[in-house]
């Protein structure tokens, strides 16, 4: 089975300006995540190389599914990921952020998987207001409020209080 992602690109390094689009599903059981946060069966990745004077300019898109639990309430999130990159290929690496051309080929998988992997989020969030658990009941306060005292201050901000108060009595 042919390894998916991998673009012959002698013509490309032939002729600078050249362009050359590409569509492909890819299963994401080739690009080995390591993480269970995606759950797509296939990725769609469309890309397009343009060949330059010193390498091939790649830029494209992928979509993926995830999955995660939200940071502040614990709730379930699914969502998608689109995906955007621009990256730059070289036969001979002069940017140290390029990635290889190895015999006249391009293996985009390896760059894909890593822009993909970049962003998810790490601390995701179900919705941008969320208020999260009670800090001492656990209540999910999306769904309503708690009926637990909230007005004893914490005792570690008890010399900022005091010195909140001197600076209010010398003005």
């Known amino acids: 089975m042919a390894t998916p992602l991998?673009?012959?690109?002698?013509e490309l390094l032939r002729r600078p300006g050249t362009i050359k689009d590409i569509d492909a599903s890819i299963a994401v059981a080739d690009f080995d995540f390591a993480v269970e946060q995606i759950i797509d069966v296939v990725i769609p990745v469309t890309v397009r190389?343009?060949?330059?004077?010193?390498?091939?300019?790649?830029?494209?898109?992928?979509t993926a599914q995830w999955?995660?639990?939200?940071?502040?309430?614990?709730?379930?999130?699914?969502?998608?990921?689109i995906v955007e990159f621009a990256e730059m290929y070289q036969v001979v690496l002069q940017d140290p952020d390029a990635f290889a051309i190895e015999q006249d080929?391009?293996?985009l998988l390896p760059m894909?998987?890593?822009?993909?992997?970049?962003?998810?989020?790490?601390?995701?969030?179900?919705?941008e207001d969320c208020p999260g658990l009670c800090g001492q009941c656990g209540a999910d306060l999306s769904?309503?409020?708690?009926?637990?005292?909230?007005?004893?201050?914490d005792p570690r901000w008890a010399v900022l209080d005091t010195l909140r108060e001197n600076?209010?009595?010398?003005?």
């Open 6 to 10: 991998v673009v012959n690109i002698i």
């Open 143 to 153: 769904e309503g409020s708690c009926s637990c005292e909230t007005t004893a201050p």
């Open 112 to 127: 894909v998987r890593e822009n993909i992997l970049l962003a998810v989020p790490l601390a995701p969030t179900c919705r």
């Open 67 to 81: 999955q995660g639990v939200c940071r502040r309430c614990l709730g379930h999130i699914n969502s998608e990921l």
């Open 105 to 107: 080929q391009v293996s």
């Open 167 to 171: 600076l209010t009595k010398d003005s």
């Open 49 to 62: 190389l343009e060949s330059l004077s010193n390498g091939v300019a790649v830029t494209g898109r992928a």
